[in-house]
């Protein structure tokens, strides 16, 4: 074996990368001066892609395998510079790992309340965060678009241009979804995927783009959720005159199984209170919650009116006489005056009846007083 043949092979570079970081995005391979030899092994990964910069320029991007860097399996480094090939003829350039796997459990939340109007409630303030998954598609434009010369570039140099466009595109997203704040729980799956898909198509310019996007929480100011739990306790209360009703039979049924004085007392007080409360003013239910609203109490309900007394006209012997009150003809049949066989008749009876086929007349006859003493 020529001496020159045995030195070639000793100093052929072996080019390969691997991460154990997580976060890490680009790699550059360092070598003195740059200097990479003809006939090189590079090793490309899954999950990786090597991008070849020569002075300055964008040379190759090489997917996943083991390549030999020569002149036949580098057509575009080939016109670039003239090849020389020997031991002495290594070419100075640059070689960048970059991670084409997927970046998981990114976090995104909006920094300021998104502004939109609500169908139900009108213009509201909102706030959503979630978590998000990056990936790069393009590991040339992304290497000329973002990393520049950068031999490390982690995740966390380009998150927070990443979480503004979120951002961004989610408050638009949102604010024209047309969907009511209390149904947006339902929809929060559809909302992500539409989100994700106008991010990415953002992201394409850079060279990214953004498979799956999570909103994970829509929550709205502390006031505003106040007001809908307020306004969720009254709808299970039901109706508020029937609820205070009742709450106040229930205070006072507790005050009065109290023995002392003290109970006693205080129960009376509860109930003139509440009797009091109940009839000064009612609570009306808004959009907002329950808001104490003066309101005049109800008008008494007249009582019914008495029932009409019927009055009797009596026949015997083919004459009529009366009429008489059912008082009057109570004490007739004491007297003798009127036999459970005496036809009589009053307004809007069918005909004459004998007394006893009255209803409201044979009590007349059956109510006898008790035997006298001694007898």
Not at 20 to 37: A, G, L, P, S, Y
Not at 126 to 149: C, H, M, N, Q, S
Not at 177 to 204: C, E, H, R, Y
């Amino acid at each position: 074996m020529p001496i020159f043949d045995f030195l070639s092979g000793q100093f052929i570079d072996v080019i390969h990368w691997t991460d154990d970081t997580r976060d890490t995005m680009v790699w550059r391979f360092e070598r003195d001066n740059h200097e990479i030899k003809y006939g090189a092994k590079l090793t490309v990964r899954e999950g990786q892609a090597a991008v070849f910069v020569h002075e300055g320029q964008l040379a190759d991007v090489f997917t996943p395998g083991l390549y030999m860097l020569e002149t036949n399996n580098m057509p575009v480094m080939t016109s670039l510079q003239h090849w020389d090939h020997g031991f002495k003829s290594p070419f100075k350039s640059e070689i960048y790992f970059v991670s084409t796997n997927r970046f998981t459990d990114l976090k995104w939340g909006t920094k300021n309340p998104i502004m939109l109007r609500d169908p139900e409630f009108g213009p509201i303030r909102l706030r959503a965060y979630g978590t998000y998954t990056i990936k790069v598609t393009d590991p040339g434009r992304f290497l000329t678009e973002i990393v520049g010369t950068d031999g490390e570039f982690t995740m966390d140099e380009i998150s927070y241009q990443i979480r503004n466009i979120i951002v961004q595109e989610a408050s638009r997203v949102l604010a024209s979804s047309g969907i009511p704040v209390l149904d947006m729980a339902a929809n929060t799956a559809d909302l992500g995927k539409l989100v994700a898909a106008q991010v990415s198509q953002v992201l394409a310019v850079y060279g990214l783009s953004m498979p799956e996007m999570y909103i994970e929480n829509i929550s709205l100011p502390s006031a505003v959720e106040a007001a809908l739990d307020k306004r969720s306790s009254m709808g299970i209360a039901g109706d508020l005159n029937t609820f205070t009703q009742y709450s106040a039979a229930e205070a006072m049924t507790s005050a009065a199984q109290n023995t002392g004085g003290a109970g006693a007392g205080m129960g009376a007080g509860i109930g003139a209170g509440l009797g009091m409360a109940m009839g000064a003013q009612t609570m009306r239910q808004g959009p907002w919650g329950a808001a104490p609203v003066q309101q005049t109490a109800p008008a008494p309900v007249a009582p019914p009116p008495p029932p009409v007394e019927h009055v009797w006209h009596i026949a015997e012997n083919g004459e009529t006489s009366g009429p008489f009150s059912k008082a009057r003809l109570g004490r007739m049949a004491t007297e003798g005056g009127l036999a459970r066989d005496t036809y009589v008749w009053t307004a809007g009876q069918d005909g004459w009846k004998r007394a006893e086929d009255v209803a409201e007349l044979a009590q007349l006859f059956t109510v006898m007083p008790p035997p006298p003493p001694g007898a």
